[in-house]
């Protein structure tokens, strides 16, 4: 099957970029080099199209009762116009899905991984008719993906070209916080978040104006030293912020408490499979490690400790923000505090490695 194609696909075209098939979607890997993209974020900017994004809205009276009972953070502790990092449980507390919750008020927006849209979406539709976890009277679901792009610009001068198109002092934003502007008569979100570990904003419009918003960006971000970023550079930050990625470091059969996600589970509120995460018996973390020998280590080579295998590499990367290869990895826990030396089994080769804090760069 044909992958599908973002309304901004022709720009990425234009301005030569090397395209791949990432999850059914035609996106760009690179325009210029990995490297170049991804040091351009951390010393000014980069504008990514991350359109493939799935959007779903949670609509009626029992909208926050509903969201509360599949998900472990409280986002009745965020106000309109706030969003908050959550995960959908399963009954296992497996992790279905890791998204935002935008409020919006009178309702709530779900973004969540474009390869999870349609698993989310019938989990979704699933719980509100079985109604096992919270009476779902009077709650919509609505999947708006297919109508919605998302134009994310990352790196500290982004609020600089943020403020240049809107008119307004949007350095006021806080993060983790969004205010709805107009462009081109069309209402749109611009959201202080990321997953970069930088400062940045992510834009949410409906598709007929993203055209028009990637070119003024493109635009205004001229004399700001903008550069146009692909999947390569976007995976590599969020290595470098320590960002867990669905299917590398969580999945259906991970749990959020061996996923160092403890500050996600808030054991106050009831949410789905609150007694398995009570009970669990947590066996592996995970971890960041740097390695000592330069080498990447890949999702799915083998950890060892004096020769036994204590452990899987999720992800593995070189750093050119820090000029060093790192990664993350699922150890036995007791092999998880930071400073303990590790070997990543690449081929038939052992290399030294050692447990580091995950956050390899200071969150900005």
Known sequence: MEPKKTPLY??????NAHIVDFSGWALPIEYSSILKETKAV?????????SHMGEIIIRGTSALDFLQALTPNDISKTNSGQLQYNVFLNEKAGIIDDLMVYNLGNSFLCVVNAS??????TWLCRARL???????????I????????????????????????FGQDINSLKYMHFVQLNFENKNIIVSRSGYTGEDGFELYCPNCVAPALWDVILEKGKSHDLCLCGLGARDVLRIEAGYPLYGHEINDNTNPLEASLNWVVKFKKDFIAKDKLENAEITRMRVGFVMNDRAIARQGYSVYSND??????????FSPNLDKFIGMAYVEKEFGKIGTSLEIKIRDKFYKAQVANFNFIKHR
């Open 308 to 317: 036994k295998i204590i452990g899987q590499v999720t992800s593995g990367t």
């Open 130 to 140: 079985e109604a096992k976890y919270v009476k779902a009277d009077n709650v919509e």
């Open 142 to 165: 609505v999947d708006e993906s297919p109508e919605i792009s998302l134009l994310s610009l990352q790196g500290p001068k982004s609020v600089k070209v943020i403020s240049e198109i």
């Open 10 to 15: 022709q720009k990425h075209v234009e301005n």
């Open 116 to 121: 999870n849209i349609n698993k989310v979406y």
């Open 42 to 50: 951390r010393l000014s900017c980069g504008l990514f199209d991350a």
